[in-house]
């Protein structure tokens, strides 16, 4: 696609980046078919090819309207185009800089912006989401329902057993913000799964957010912040030897390993920022490597249902991985439709865009159904969240799965 940078772009190196991404589309519209919001709407703009179209009018003109923002914003980031796409543009890439430039070529409403902000001060930092789900718990009659429904059983976060003997193999763990705040149990359960098959999963006390939320909402230095601090945060451990970095939530995994991509012209940051970007991992592709035989003799016999997050399926690429991690430990899964489908979570899409984060979240529970599963399980834990305020099944993590099988 050609595409003539407006002179107020020239020496703006996202700007820059932007069009060679545009220049790779072919306009052919596979993405279209694959699309969540083009599939609800279809409405060109609220596809990939249309806000493609719209974001090469800003670089070309300088210029952008309400309009551009409304199509940009209801864009999940799924990236579900980008597997569709046989030209291999990096449409999420896209997305990000064109929501970046975009904040500074229009004057968003204060509501609006207000709940950005909001975003962005609580759900990075674990300690105020605890208090925000507190206050919840306590006052949950003050809260919409759509919220209310949200807010998950309060866990207690257990320590190690200290009776096992420490492990030759170590790797870093995420602690996260949101997911150790709400389901603390989740961490606990990967590490008495990896204590099993003889490996350590170690967190950096100092490490945090993994810069996400920040990033997705148009602050990209705050993001790149965040970014930095883990980075200085692993670097102790990876020198001294860990095997991988890895995360219970897929979408904080799908950051990680953009990391090395997102600081390459840091010039403190670049080396080690790519080296985090290679050892970041899923659990699932540190179990399918490892003999699950033994968690298969005492697996659950639930049938389940398997809820691929987007950023695992499309970001990390690692689509049917995590049904052959189960499968493998003997785990009964049940048949599911249009998997390739965002849930409407999508980080803080549900909070922002929630009339159409419903609509999907209908959709999906409905096709995550079709085998009557007796629970849902799922790798994100804002999937997992979203999920369950509507399920008539148990949402949970898959990890739980092999935990509860010894």
Same mark, same amino acid.
């Given at each position: 696609?050609?595409?003539?940078?407006?002179?107020?772009?020239?020496?703006?190196?996202?700007?820059?980046?932007?069009?060679?991404?545009?220049?790779?589309?072919?306009?052919?519209?596979?993405?279209?078919?694959?699309?969540?919001?083009?599939?609800?709407?279809?409405?060109?703009?609220?596809?990939?090819?249309?806000?493609?179209?719209?974001?090469?009018?800003?670089?070309?003109?300088?210029?952008?309207?309400?309009?551009?923002?409304?199509?940009?914003?209801?864009?999940?980031?799924?990236?579900?185009?980008?597997?569709?796409?046989?030209?291999?543009?990096?449409?999420?890439?896209?997305?990000?800089?064109?929501?970046?430039?975009?904040?500074?070529?229009?004057?968003?409403?204060?509501?609006?912006?207000?709940?950005?902000?909001?975003?962005?001060?609580?759900?990075?930092?674990?300690?105020?989401?605890?208090?925000?789900?507190?206050?919840?718990?306590?006052?949950?009659?003050?809260?919409?329902?759509?919220?209310?429904?949200?807010?998950?059983?309060?866990?207690?976060?257990?320590?190690?057993?200290?009776?096992?003997?420490?492990?030759?193999?170590?790797?870093?763990?995420?602690?996260?913000?949101?997911?150790?705040?709400?389901?603390?149990?989740?961490?606990? &359960?990967?590490? *008495?799964?990896?204590?099993? =098959?003889?490996? $350590? /999963?170690? %967190?950096?006390?100092? #490490?945090?957010?993994?810069?996400?939320?920040?990033?997705?909402?148009?602050?990209?230095?705050?993001?790149?912040?965040?970014?930095?601090?883990?980075?200085?945060?692993?670097?102790?451990?990876?020198?001294?030897?860990?095997?991988?970095?890895?995360?219970?939530?897929?979408?904080?995994?799908?950051?990680?390993?953009?990391?090395?991509?997102?600081?390459?012209?840091?010039?403190?940051?670049? &080396?080690?920022? *790519?080296?985090?970007?290679? =050892?970041?991992? $899923? /659990?699932? %592709?540190?179990?399918? #490597?490892?003999?699950?035989?033994?968690?298969?003799?005492?697996?659950?016999?639930?049938?389940?249902?398997?809820?691929?997050?987007?950023?695992?399926?499309?970001?990390?690429?690692?689509?049917?991985?995590?049904?052959?991690?189960?499968?493998?430990?003997?785990?009964?899964?049940?048949?599911?439709?249009?998997?390739?489908?965002?849930?409407?979570?999508?980080?803080?899409?549900?909070?922002?865009?929630?009339?159409?984060?419903?609509?999907? =979240?209908?959709?999906? /529970?409905?096709?995550?159904?079709?085998?009557?599963?007796?629970?849902?399980?799922?790798?994100?834990?804002?999937?997992?969240?979203?999920?369950?305020?509507?399920?008539?099944?148990?949402?949970?993590?898959?990890?739980?799965?092999?935990?509860?099988?010894?």
């Amino acid at each position: 696609m050609y595409l003539k940078l407006h002179s107020d772009y020239a020496g703006n190196a996202p700007a820059r980046e932007a069009a060679e991404i545009i220049k790779s589309c072919v306009h052919c519209g596979f993405c279209n078919a694959t699309c969540p919001t083009y599939q609800e709407f279809f409405d060109e703009r609220d596809g990939p090819r249309g806000r493609i179209y719209l974001m090469k009018h800003m670089l070309e003109s300088g210029r952008a309207g309400d309009a551009t923002r409304l199509h940009l914003d209801r864009c999940l980031t799924c990236r579900a185009c980008e597997t569709t796409c046989p030209s291999g543009v990096r449409y999420g890439r896209l997305a990000d800089i064109g929501r970046e430039l975009i904040e500074e070529k229009t004057r968003r409403p204060i509501v609006e912006k207000l709940q950005r902000s909001i975003a962005r001060m609580i759900f990075p930092f674990p300690g105020r989401v605890r208090m925000l789900l507190g206050f919840g718990r306590v006052a949950h009659w003050l809260l919409p329902s759509r919220l209310r429904r949200q807010i998950p059983r309060k866990q207690k976060s257990s320590a190690p057993d200290a009776r096992q003997p420490a492990t030759q193999r170590k790797m870093i763990i995420l602690g996260g913000c949101v997911q150790a705040a709400a389901t603390p149990g989740t961490n606990d &359960a990967a590490r *008495r799964v990896f204590r099993r =098959l003889g490996i $350590d /999963l170690v %967190e950096a006390a100092s #490490a945090g957010c993994c810069g996400a939320v920040s990033y997705h909402l148009a602050a990209r230095d705050e993001g790149l912040d965040f970014m930095k601090r883990n980075v200085d945060a692993w670097w102790p451990h990876i020198e001294a030897g860990a095997e991988a970095i890895v995360s219970a939530a897929s979408a904080c995994g799908v950051m990680i390993k953009d990391y090395g991509d997102l600081l390459k012209g840091d010039p403190i940051y670049a &080396a080690r920022a *790519r080296r985090v970007s290679e =050892l970041a991992k $899923d /659990l699932t %592709e540190v179990l399918e #490597a490892e003999d699950l035989s033994v968690f298969r003799e005492s697996s659950g016999k639930q049938a389940t249902a398997v809820h691929c997050p987007c950023t695992l399926s499309h970001g990390q690429r690692l689509d049917g991985a995590l049904e052959r991690v189960l499968e493998r430990a003997g785990i009964p899964l049940v048949e599911t439709a249009e998997k390739h489908l965002c849930c409407g979570s999508a980080g803080t899409y549900s909070l922002l865009q929630p009339r159409i984060s419903d609509r999907l =979240l209908a959709r999906k /529970l409905a096709a995550l159904s079709v085998g009557k599963p007796e629970q849902i399980v799922t790798a994100n834990i804002g999937c997992q969240l979203h999920l369950s305020s509507q399920s008539d099944v148990p949402v949970r993590h898959w990890i739980e799965l092999l935990d509860t099988a010894n």
